[in-house]
């Protein structure tokens, strides 16, 4: 069924364990996403855990949120995207969801302010860049940090970060306020899209006690 979100013309779907219908965008990365997160499982963790807090950086459309709320019904998932278009469609699609909060922010090492860049790698490949001042069409930056401090928990079960390089930011400094509370760490690196990505994840990673594998395209850190 077709449907206009916010001026963007959308279909829904239907899918097994999912409660309510997906809204997606028809010829855009929104069917890729579609079917690695739903079909292909990407972020199905490899053993039984029962989180409590979830924090899904990189929202995009809500498709992750939308999986963790079915997954762990139990767990208050935060939900965190910067570009405007990406996240109407996050806030429709997480609206059934009651314990699904969300943001509209990018995430940062420190509360600067940024700018939200096409570089051609469409809907799914936005990138922030700091920026010296506020301007306009600027949003304000949101620390891991922070959102943790404002959830009422003690610890984030999950982190998923799919943040299109801003790794490179995130990991470069002040981590040490959060990353030795995350229990789960799943995420995927974009040194192409900015470089110094991985070594400053893997830098700041290899100060804590964390064992790595992978999850389809994405990394997991387990804390030990």
Same mark, same amino acid.
């Given at each position: ?8 013309? $959308? ?16 010829? $855009? ?13 990407? #972020? ?31 767990? $208050? ?9 990406? #996240? *109407? ?12 909060? $969300? ?25 922030? !860049? ?50 030795? *509370? ?25 100060? #804590?006690?964390? !064992? ?13």
């Amino acid at each position: 069924m077709s449907n206009i979100i916010d001026g963007q013309i $959308t279909k829904s779907i239907e899918m097994s364990d999912i409660k309510f219908p997906i809204s997606y965008r028809p010829d $855009t990365t929104d069917t890729i996403l579609l079917n690695s997160i739903f079909l292909n499982n990407q #972020y199905k963790i490899p053993f039984e855990i029962n989180p409590k807090f979830i924090i899904d950086g990189g929202g995009n459309v809500g498709f992750t949120a939308v999986y963790f709320a079915n997954k762990y019904p139990d767990a $208050t998932i935060i939900s965190i995207e910067p570009e405007s278009s990406n #996240y *109407k469609i996050l806030k429709h699609n997480t609206s059934f969801y009651k314990n699904i909060k $969300t943001i509209q922010s990018a995430l940062w090492n420190d509360d600067a302010e940024v700018k939200v860049v096409d570089i051609g790698h469409r809907e799914w490949g936005f990138i922030v !860049e700091p920026c010296v001042k506020e301007v306009e069409d600027t949003i304000r930056a949101i620390t891991i940090s922070s959102i943790l401090k404002n959830s009422g928990f003690n610890e984030i079960d999950i982190l998923k970060l799919d943040i299109e390089g801003s790794e490179r930011e995130v990991f470069s400094s002040n981590y040490d306020q959060w990353l030795s *509370k995350v229990k789960i760490l799943i995420i995927e690196i974009h040194d192409d899209m900015k470089i110094g990505s991985k070594e400053n994840v893997f830098n700041a990673i290899s100060q #804590y006690n964390f !064992e790595m594998s992978s999850l389809g395209e994405n990394l997991i850190f387990i804390r030990k």
